[in-house]
């Protein structure tokens, strides 16, 4: 029997033995961890530097090395194009200049005028921003440095200023056209702002959304394709290419669907040639993902947030002016797409009050600021203050104030009861002298 029941015994812990390993197995795999489950939803692309922004409020929604410093190759034209349309009307006449005859292809002299075009001949301002930025002409880009800015070195002050204007702080710009320079380059947001400022451009955004359009050079009639390859698919309504060896694949467009605009830049994707499509594959994923990515939630109502300081007097109306310190909490859920920007950056922010502790007692509500990279907008919270809280605050002072209540009232007290029997004592003297008096 006891044999027995050893033999029991080590069957059953063998048996455990070897089925734990596949437990503890599947337990680790039922418990993975949310943020990588998270990363697993992300789009795979090839792309080194990635964003998507919402144009309407401004919220970084996608990013991948977003303030990585990269060559932005001919999206640089981007910033021409804008600076052109700052600067000039679409009628006017532009000098074609030594500088822009000098640039390499692609370009309108080399590619389609075979190198006809002379030093000083007239080109309407609209057919050089067509050649900027459906051909990607790199000589149009001159032709604009030169008539804008007197020249090309001139014109990368400007450029550098506008982009200062506009918040890319990260990026610093040499040529007109974007062909590479080593201290030529920007970063994933930084192109984001230029290009919402592009966008918003009426002269620029119409002549991107063209799919093809007629210039005229001298007599020529030329006819111009975009290079945008998936203009007017999947939302992409306007967009910007370009690509150099040392910048790969980049892309910059507006997408619109069901009415909602999202700014794209994808830098350094692959480029082996020019139907290479992964940078619009890039493109297309980073959409798709982020038209189709819910907000998370960053605090939730109830949360403390941080403190505020609130003045205010010891005695309501009168007494010395203190300061309190007072939690402060959310009164609802605050959501942000989560990604390693917003992480980093989102914040609440209190901006302080006029009103008092004591008024804030039956009115605790207030405004707060949710507040992230490009995007702010306004929460509701409350100053968390209590009575008790302000009676501790304020312990000597209203101690002191009660002692001293107290010794007046005795003094007054004293006083009265002397007084009291001042009169009494002479009320008693005045009847003895009378009995006196009458006897």
Known sequence: MKKKLILKTLVLTLSLSLLSPLTMASYAANSTPKSETATQNLPDIQAASALTMDLETGEIIYCKDADGKRYPASTTKLLTGLLLAENREKNDELEYTKSAKAQPEYSLDINYMHKTIQVGDKILADDIMKGLLLFSGNDTAYVIADNVSGDSKTFAELMNKKAKDLGANNSNFVTANGLHDENHYTTAFDLSLIAKAAFANPWEKETMELPKAPITIKTSKIILENRNLTLGKKGNIAG???????????????????????????????????????????????????????????????????????????????????????????????????????????????????????????????KLTYSTRNHTEEVTGKVDISLGSIIKDNLIIYISTLVVIIIIITLISLIKNMASNSRRKKSRYKSIYNKRKRN
């Open 240 to 366: 910007k290419t370009g690509t150099t060896v040392e910048a790969g694949g980049c892309l910059v467009t507006e997408y619109d669907r069901d009415g909602r605009q999202l700014i794209g830049v994808v830098l350094k994707s692959r480029q082996l040639d020019n139907a290479d499509m992964t940078k619009f594959n890039d493109m297309d994923a980073i959409m798709d993902y982020s038209y189709g990515v819910s907000k998370e939630t960053y605090k939730t109502s109830g949360e403390n947030v941080g403190t505020a300081d609130v003045k205010y007097k010891s005695f309501i109306l009168f007494g010395p002016t203190k300061t309190i310190t007072v939690p402060l909490k959310l009164t609802q859920d605050v959501s942000y797409y989560k990604n390693t920007i917003n992480d980093a950056e989102s914040k609440i922010n209190y901006t302080g009050t006029d009103s008092s502790a004591w008024n804030l007692l039956f009115n605790k509500n207030t």
